[in-house]
């Protein structure tokens, strides 16, 4: 069988206090570390968003960023192989934010970046983010860029309930791959490896389609498309497929967004989805969590 690496995870430590309405499945312990026997997961890679947070506007200003990365590095420490760390830093922060990037990594040993799709009108080819994005390249870790709720695209989705809650962040996340393409953030960094949901699928079909989209593609020489990769939220069969044709099952990583969503029975399932698809062992492997391992560094 297959090993299942979900790359895709929340936790929210003890002493960090959830904001009014979020999941508070995000800070059960014991139900993470269940959720991978139960979920058939090999590992884990667990972020801490800070939108999840109270006081969420006043972050990196009373050591919370520091304290989250200090709190996730001693879980993952306590269970070597079945869960891995992201370090959470306010990427927009320009020096002090890479900073402790570099922290959290070199010291803490953690083995990515937790990105929010944007803050305010910043974008990540703000110059503002330009440090931690080059400290990200410069450690050789991958950045998983996550959708955020937009002040100005949720008033005007809300009529449409869930649906439009789903629609703005995929918009925003979407947006954010623009930036680095359009923005040459790439060019200028062209070591730097950028995890998308896979809310922002029709970004993706949309800018592979167009002519400077060949970074993208998976018939691009693999030295020119090292930047993207998507991961599989959801498990839709029509998006998982669409994601393989475009970037190649060596660019799509496996998630679930646990605890929002709580898959059962992930093996079988993958196992169905992959044999209608008539994927090879390698691909099914890197899908499953060879690719996801593969940018943690560990093989």
């Known amino acids: 069988m297959t090993p299942i690496v979900d790359f895709h995870n929340h936790f929210v430590g003890a002493g960090f206090p959830l904001r009014e309405g979020v999941n508070h499945r995000l800070s059960a312990q014991q139900a993470l570390l269940e959720s991978l026997d139960a979920g058939g997961v090999e590992a884990r890679v667990i972020n801490t968003p800070l939108e999840f947070l109270q006081h ?27 869960l891995y760390g992201l370090a959470t830093v306010d990427a927009y922060g320009g020096d002090a934010a890479a900073r402790e990037l570099m922290r959290a990594v070199r010291t803490l040993g953690l083995r990515g970046l937790f990105m929010e799709s944007a803050k305010g009108e910043l974008l990540p080819d703000a110059p503002e983010a330009r440090p931690t994005l080059a400290a990200a390249e410069a450690l050789g870790i991958p950045v998983f860029l996550h959708p955020v709720a937009d002040p100005q695209l949720e008033p005007r989705f809300r009529k449409f309930g869930e649906l439009g809650v789903r629609l703005t962040r995929s918009t925003i996340n979407g947006a954010a791959l623009y930036a680095l393409l359009e923005g040459g953030v790439f060019d200028e960094l062209p070591g730097l490896k950028v995890i998308v949901t896979s809310l922002a699928f029709g970004a993706l079909l949309l800018a592979a389609g167009m002519p400077d989209g060949a970074r993208l593609r998976k018939d691009t020489p693999a030295s020119q498309r090292r930047h993207v990769y998507i991961d599989t939220t959801g498990l839709d069969p029509i998006g998982t497929r669409g994601a393989i044709d475009i970037v190649g099952a060596d660019h799509v990583v496996f998630g679930t967004d646990w605890p929002v969503v709580q898959e059962a029975g992930l093996p079988a399932r993958l196992a169905r989805m992959f044999e209608s698809f008539g994927l090879s062992a390698e691909a099914r492997r890197d899908v499953s969590g060879a690719n996801a391992l593969r940018l943690l560094g560990i093989a």
């Open 56 to 82: 969420r506007d006043g972050r990196g200003s009373d050591g919370t960023v520091e304290r989250i990365n200090d709190a996730m590095a001693t879980l993952v420490v306590l269970h070597p192989g079945r």
